[in-house]
């Protein structure tokens, strides 16, 4: 279901059901490495999971680094001595406690006449070299070992490490029962875990658990509706983990944006050289609006202009033509024109079947778009409404009599007016708890819906704040003075101003940001990726050559896999076209 907003001039449109950065994913393979546990000849290991580059060198082991790991490690380690005193399926398979070093490796499966070293027959005196070390009481053959270390060369003492070490090392994993194995596991990281799985067959199943790596996926904001493939069986007794095929898909998805190359766009012409005032972008289907009175939409797997929308979706359009039109899914037909307002309609927002737009004429109305009739009708602000958010309940609307108003539109009555803006309101957003607001004074400000109190002043912008987008707590906000800023709007601190030498050259135009990344687009005709944890500069996504000269990008919308930017020109050195990126590419696609 789309919403769309026609004008002369480009409008800020709430996206509808396009979550930026999210899409499903395919299956990967792990190769089983043996069983080699815990060894400290360590060799450095390179593991490539399926698309997920894993170059992490150090041992895979290294990840028991906070303080509740080390403390979970040490409990293991407690629970496994326990087990070692007083359970008869102890840790070493013997029934008497072994007295030599001898009777150790014999218990733990080793000949006890092995030979590492075979340069010639026993050196003469040895056995009575052995029975007077035997002859010597405990803290006697302790002296006796020290002296006899400091005097062996460095291959001498390697040799010995190589013939200890391996009967003191211990698979805890695999003797603890698997669900406290498990819980171990979650303290991993999921490249580490990726690093476990190569260890031994067993490591590897509970490495490939469904409900550990559900976890993992939460904790990173991957959706379940992203899992839609069923577990595989990849060989008797071993199910691959669909939740694991979605972390990966997204780990390279992500790497894409941020590193892989950039193919050539597809290009959609079809608007002429008039200007691109809205874009809507939803699974493989773009709904795009321009001032030349048309209403596209675009197939972007095709790249071809389609007559028709997937069943099941509709769009709907308001214009400078005053009135509101609904088009039909199946058909591309207009269903209905919703009459009503007496001046241009500046902004729209759909929710389920009901759509609010606000107009220039100072009223907000609201309409079913199934029958086209306008349920409500709200009055109050005495200028031009220019920005509206509706989330079912609560309706919040922003105009250019510098005032945001909270409605209860089914009693058509204003709860609250939210004043200090001391100039026009252009932009907001709302979450059901909290209003933000963008204003030409240069100001955001967030307000408490329930009471109407304003929480935070958020200044630093030093022009118009043109479009914001709100996810919990963050807020990103894009501002005419040509920066982007990342607010904590609980504290009313700026994280953040994407900026320094690589900052865009004028007005940001439009912005979109998921839990990693932030993607904007600005006046001289690029579209910059950042990252939202340090506000660094990535790179660029598209650079217009005209930039600078006239070329610029109208709107951006972007999905999980896939960036369409709406270019052109207001001087001709620029055609009117829509570009899309695909990042959900593979190498062999590339």
């Known amino acids: 279901m789309f919403s769309v907003y026609e004008s002369s001039r480009s409008e800020t449109v709430e996206d509808q059901g396009c979550s930026l950065f999210s899409e499903s994913s395919r299956s990967e393979t792990v190769e089983d490495q043996g069983c080699s546990l815990f060894s400290e000849s360590s060799r450095s290991e390179t593991v490539e999971d399926q698309g997920c580059s894993l170059d992490n060198k150090h041992h895979t082991y290294r990840s028991f680094k906070t303080i509740k790991t080390l403390q979970m490690s040490l409990c293991v380690y407690i629970y496994i001595y326990t087990l070692s005193l007083f359970s008869p399926c102890s840790l070493v398979p013997f029934q008497t406690?072994?007295?030599?070093?001898?009777?150790?490796?014999?218990?733990?499966?080793?000949?006890?006449?092995?030979?590492?070293?075979?340069?010639?027959?026993?050196?003469?005196?040895?056995?009575?070299?052995?029975?007077?070390?035997?002859?010597?009481?405990?803290?006697?053959?302790?002296?006796a070992l020290d002296d006899l270390i400091d005097s062996c060369e460095s291959n001498q003492v390697k040799h010995m490490m190589q013939v200890i070490e391996p009967q003191f090392q211990?698979?805890?994993?695999?003797?603890?029962?698997?669900?406290?194995?498990?819980?171990?596991?979650?303290?991993?990281?999921?490249?580490?875990?990726?690093?476990?799985?190569?260890?031994?067959?067993?490591?590897?199943?509970?490495?490939?658990?469904?409900?550990?790596?559900?976890?993992?996926?939460?904790?990173e904001g991957i959706e379940e509706s992203l899992v839609v493939q069923r577990r595989k069986t990849l060989k008797p007794g071993?199910?691959?983990?669909?939740?694991?095929?979605?972390?990966?898909?997204?780990?390279?998805?992500?790497?894409?944006?941020?590193?892989?190359?950039?193919t050539s766009p597809k290009v959609l012409k079809g608007h002429d050289d008039h200007v691109i005032t809205c874009l809507q972008f939803c699974g493989d289907l773009i709904v795009s609006g321009s001032d030349d009175n048309s209403l596209k939409v675009w197939s972007a797997l095709?790249?071809?202009?389609?007559?028709?929308?997937?069943?099941?979706?509709?769009?709907?359009?308001?214009?400078?033509?005053?009135?509101?039109?609904?088009?039909?899914?199946?058909?591309?037909?207009?269903?209905?024109?919703?009459?009503?307002?007496?001046?241009?309609?500046?902004c729209v927002h759909l929710h389920d079947k009901q759509v609010v737009s606000g107009s220039r004429d100072a009223t907000l109305r609201l309409w079913d778009v199934d029958s086209g009739e306008c349920l409500h009708v709200l009055t109050g602000h005495v200028a031009a409404v220019r920005c509206v958010q509706y989330d079912g309940r609560r309706v919040v609307s922003g105009g250019y009599d510098f005032m945001v108003k909270v409605w209860d539109p089914e009693t058509e009555t204003c709860l609250h007016t939210l004043q200090g803006h001391t100039n026009r309101v252009?932009?907001?957003?709302?979450?059901?708890?909290?209003?933000?607001?963008?204003?030409?004074?240069?100001?955001?400000?967030?307000?408490?819906?329930?009471?109407?109190?304003?929480?935070?002043?958020?200044?630093?912008?030093?022009?118009?704040?043109?479009?914001?987008?709100?996810?919990?707590?963050?807020?990103?906000?894009?501002?005419?003075?040509?920066?982007?800023?990342?607010?904590?709007?609980?504290?009313?601190?700026?994280?953040?101003?994407?900026?320094?030498?690589?900052?865009?050259?004028?007005?940001?135009?439009?912005?979109?940001?998921?839990?990693?990344?932030?993607?904007?687009?600005?006046?001289?005709?690029?579209?910059?990726?950042?990252?939202?944890?340090?506000?660094?500069?990535?790179?660029?996504?598209?650079?217009?050559?005209?930039?600078?000269?006239?070329?610029?990008?109208?709107?951006?919308?972007?999905?999980?896999?896939?960036?369409?930017a709406a270019v052109g020109s207001r001087n001709g050195t620029e055609e009117t076209k829509l570009l899309v990126l695909d990042f959900d590419l593979t190498d062999a696609q590339k």
Request: charged share 20%; with cysteine.
């Open 426 to 564: 252009y932009s907001l957003q709302f979450d059901g708890a909290y209003v933000v607001s963008g204003s030409l004074d240069t100001s955001i400000r967030v307000w408490d819906v329930v009471t109407g109190g304003c929480v935070h002043t958020l200044t630093g912008h030093q022009s118009l704040t043109s479009g914001m987008e709100l996810k919990n707590n963050i807020l990103v906000s894009g501002n005419a003075d040509s920066t982007v800023r990342v607010w904590d709007i609980r504290t009313g601190q700026c994280l953040h101003t994407l900026q320094g030498p690589h900052k865009h050259q004028s007005a940001v135009t439009c912005l979109q940001f998921s839990r990693s990344l932030v993607v904007s687009s600005s006046d001289d005709g690029t579209v910059k990726l950042w990252s939202l944890a340090t506000g660094e500069w990535i790179r660029d996504l598209v650079a217009l050559q005209s930039g600078g000269s006239g070329g610029v990008v109208w709107r951006i919308r972007a999905s999980n896999t896939r960036l369409v």
């Open 97 to 143: 406690t072994p007295t030599t070093f001898g009777d150790l490796r014999a218990a733990n499966g080793h000949s006890a006449q092995r030979r590492r070293v075979t340069s010639g027959p026993p050196p003469s005196g040895l056995q009575d070299w052995l029975h007077t070390f035997q002859a010597w009481s405990g803290p006697e053959r302790l002296l």
């Open 302 to 346: 095709t790249s071809k202009c389609l007559r028709t929308l997937m069943s099941g979706n509709i769009v709907i359009s308001g214009s400078t033509d005053r009135t509101l039109k609904v088009w039909d899914a199946e058909s591309g037909e207009c269903v209905h024109t919703l009459y009503g307002h007496t001046s241009t309609v500046r």
């Open 238 to 262: 071993f199910l691959h983990s669909p939740w694991k095929s979605a972390y990966v898909q997204q780990h390279r998805i992500e790497s894409n944006w941020r590193t892989g190359d950039i």
């Open 170 to 219: 211990r698979d805890f994993i695999s003797l603890l029962p698997k669900e406290l194995a498990l819980y171990v596991l979650t303290f991993l990281e999921p490249r580490d875990l990726m690093h476990a799985a190569q260890t031994c067959s067993y490591w590897r199943i509970l490495a490939e658990d469904n409900l550990l790596w559900r976890e993992k996926c939460r904790e």
